[in-house]
């Protein structure tokens, strides 16, 4: 029961993780924000998390997890009910703000829990599976329940979903739920706490505008930036007695292996299933709630794969079931190459599939890992170390595949006799080029489009490419690192 709760925790936060993307042209219409608000709207939550989730992490361990996710799940809620009702793009962005800084209390709370409460390995193992597969659902089902809300209710339903959740969570949570803690933990670093959220963001934020503008003066200096505080941050861990993070956890070998696996899954997983949502939305044409169904093979996949990737890893081998985890996301990347926009469904079905079973292997293992390698005490530091590996993760991919995309679609000719300034919003996206097509007679709106969704498609199978070899290289990378490595009995 108490493993229901948790469970339900991470659901919810991987749902709201993914379920405002289709909500912004809503939005659009609703709030009328700038370029430079909507992708603040987007983006600033998955930076606040990614900046304070290992700040929460080590604050579980000192003050309670139970309390840090109770409480955290009540400002959650509440900040949901005043996202869903913002009047304007620049109260949006700071209650979204708000709900990374509550969103961060939650994961690492959660998994860090379910270290402590079970103390057989083997359980353990099902339970971080049954935690893993929850997290790719969420990721899985957003877009479908976001498509289903918006075709009946407006925008601000997306984010109400979350209040009767988080008043089960809470109620249920309160009885059932032990309290665990460090029992010596030391004080709670502030200029740590500093340096680790401006560091993470400095570098999130770097990579992402970087895929999307290309290399800026400000975006180089928000690079470094981050880089030179994650040094910093480092340098004064190993000097502090009780390190907000024991650096020192990386010196074992399974320990970095791990996190380094955790981290390509993620890449390749998010990366893709990014941009085949664009794919299926506008190159083959489908409503949001039709491609967020397309989707689900990828999430059915990762929970069938998380709920017994702990039996995959005693029976074979860790660096097996890691290693072969990663070979099967590149497998799904590498099949991209034969995607074309009339592309059957079975062909992206069976994909999706294919990428939902490696992530789900390898992501589970690797967190079994982590946990496992540390002292309990350690617990909620650790869990949030794989959780922004997550995070980082899906920033490096999303921005490596959509460097590929955009620097092909954007050199795409268009057919002649267009005006300049609609040729000038065909090549700036390929959302700009479907309206840029609506406005053209005929068959000229129709040669734009196919040209768009020919580039857009070809991009996207060069970036496909790109990554299948730097995760084939994760792959052999796993094998080597993970060596010897193997889960408790």
């Not at 010196?251 to 292996?257: E, K, L």
């Not at 890893?313 to 290693?323: E, F, K, Y």
């Given at each position: 029961?108490?493993?229901?709760?948790?469970?339900?925790?991470?659901?919810?936060?991987?749902?709201?993780?993914?379920?405002?993307?289709l909500?912004?042209?809503?939005?659009?219409e609703?709030?009328d924000?700038?370029s430079?608000?909507?992708?603040?709207?987007?983006?600033?939550?998955?930076?606040?998390?990614?900046?304070?989730l290992?700040?929460?992490?080590?604050?579980?361990?000192?003050?309670?997890r139970?309390?840090?996710?109770?409480t955290?799940?009540?400002i959650?809620?509440?900040?949901?009910?005043?996202?869903?009702?913002?009047h304007?793009?620049?109260?949006?962005?700071?209650w979204?703000a708000?709900?990374g800084?509550?969103g961060?209390t939650?994961?690492?709370s959660?998994l860090?829990?379910i270290?402590?409460?079970?103390?057989n390995?083997?359980?353990?193992?099902v339970?971080?599976?049954?935690?893993?597969?929850?997290?790719?659902?969420?990721?899985?089902?957003?877009?479908?329940?976001?498509?289903?809300?918006?075709?009946?209710?407006?925008?601000g339903?997306?984010?109400?979903?979350?209040?009767?959740?988080?008043?089960?969570?809470?109620?249920?949570g309160?009885?059932l739920?032990?309290?665990?803690?460090?029992?010596a933990?030391?004080p709670?670093?502030?200029?740590?706490?500093?340096?680790?959220?401006?560091?993470?963001i400095?570098?999130?934020y770097?990579?992402?505008?970087?895929?999307?503008?290309?290399?800026?003066?400000?975006?180089a200096?928000?690079a470094?930036?981050?880089?030179?505080?994650l040094?910093?941050?480092v340098?004064?861990?190993?000097?502090?007695?009780?390190?907000?993070?024991?650096?020192?956890?990386?010196?074992?070998?399974g320990f970095?292996g791990?996190?380094?696996?955790?981290l390509?899954?993620i890449?390749?997983l998010?990366?893709?299933?990014?941009?085949?949502?664009?794919?299926?939305?506008l190159?083959?044409?489908?409503?949001p709630?039709e491609a967020?169904?397309?989707e689900?093979?990828?999430?059915?996949?990762?929970?069938?794969?998380?709920l017994?990737?702990?039996?995959?890893?005693?029976r074979?081998?860790?660096?097996?079931?890691?290693?072969?985890?990663?070979?099967?996301?590149?497998?799904?990347l590498?099949a991209?190459?034969?995607?074309?926009?009339?592309?059957?469904?079975?062909?992206l079905?069976?994909l999706l599939?294919?990428l939902?079973?490696?992530a789900?292997?390898?992501?589970?293992?690797?967190?079994?890992?982590?946990?496992?390698?540390?002292?309990?005490?350690?617990?909620?530091a650790?869990s949030?170390v794989?959780?922004?590996?997550?995070e980082?993760?899906?920033?490096?991919?999303i921005?490596?595949?959509?460097?590929v995309?955009?620097?092909?679609?954007?050199?795409h000719?268009?057919p002649?006799g267009?005006?300049?300034?609609?040729?000038?919003?065909?090549r700036?996206?390929l959302?700009?080029?479907?309206?840029?097509?609506?406005?053209?007679p005929?068959?000229?709106?129709?040669?734009l489009?196919?040209?768009?969704?020919?580039?857009?498609?070809?991009?996207?199978?060069?970036?496909?490419?790109?990554?299948a070899?730097?995760?084939l290289?994760?792959?052999?990378?796993?094998?080597?690192?993970?060596r010897?490595?193997?889960l408790?009995?």
């Amino acid at each position: 029961m108490a493993l229901s709760v948790l469970a339900l925790a991470v659901l919810l936060v991987c749902i709201d993780a993914t379920v405002l993307a289709l909500a912004t042209p809503f939005l659009s219409e609703d709030l009328d924000p700038s370029s430079t608000q909507l992708l603040w709207i987007g983006d600033v939550y998955s930076f606040v998390i990614a900046g304070l989730l290992v700040s929460m992490g080590s604050l579980g361990d000192r003050v309670g997890r139970k309390r840090l996710l109770l409480t955290g799940s009540v400002i959650f809620g509440v900040l949901s009910a005043l996202t869903a009702y913002a009047h304007s793009a620049e109260a949006m962005i700071a209650w979204r703000a708000l709900m990374g800084v509550a969103g961060a209390t939650l994961m690492p709370s959660t998994l860090a829990l379910i270290r402590n409460i079970f103390s057989n390995p083997r359980e353990r193992s099902v339970a971080i599976g049954i935690w893993g597969a929850m997290a790719s659902a969420g990721a899985a089902v957003g877009p479908v329940v976001g498509g289903f809300l918006l075709e009946h209710f407006w925008w601000g339903s997306v984010f109400l979903l979350n209040l009767p959740v988080m008043a089960v969570l809470v109620v249920v949570g309160v009885r059932l739920l032990p309290e665990s803690r460090d029992p010596a933990p030391g004080p709670w670093d502030l200029p740590s706490v500093a340096l680790s959220m401006i560091g993470i963001i400095g570098v999130v934020y770097a990579v992402k505008e970087a895929a999307a503008y290309g290399l800026r003066w400000d975006i180089a200096a928000a690079a470094a930036l981050g880089a030179l505080s994650l040094a910093a941050f480092v340098r004064r861990q190993l000097r502090l007695p009780k390190p907000l993070l024991d650096m020192r956890l990386f010196r074992r070998r399974g320990f970095s292996g791990a996190v380094l696996a955790d981290l390509l899954t993620i890449f390749g997983l998010a990366g893709l299933v990014f941009f085949l949502s664009q794919f299926l939305q506008l190159v083959q044409m489908r409503s949001p709630f039709e491609a967020g169904l397309a989707e689900l093979p990828a999430g059915v996949g990762a929970i069938a794969a998380g709920l017994v990737a702990g039996l995959v890893a005693r029976r074979t081998s860790v660096r097996g079931a890691v290693s072969g985890g990663l070979a099967a996301v590149a497998l799904a990347l590498g099949a991209v190459v034969g995607l074309r926009p009339v592309s059957d469904y079975w062909v992206l079905g069976l994909l999706l599939l294919v990428l939902g079973l490696g992530a789900g292997l390898s992501f589970t293992v690797t967190a079994d890992i982590m946990l496992s390698t540390v002292p309990k005490e350690q617990a909620g530091a650790a869990s949030a170390v794989s959780e922004t590996a997550y995070e980082l993760g899906s920033a490096l991919g999303i921005a490596l595949l959509g460097s590929v995309v955009t620097g092909f679609y954007r050199g795409h000719a268009v057919p002649e006799g267009i005006p300049a300034e609609v040729a000038e919003q065909a090549r700036s996206s390929l959302g700009g080029a479907v309206e840029a097509a609506r406005g053209l007679p005929g068959p000229a709106g129709e040669q734009l489009l196919t040209t768009a969704q020919d580039a857009f498609t070809e991009g996207l199978r060069a970036g496909a490419s790109v990554a299948a070899v730097v995760l084939l290289a994760a792959a052999a990378a796993s094998w080597r690192l993970l060596r010897d490595q193997r889960l408790e009995d």
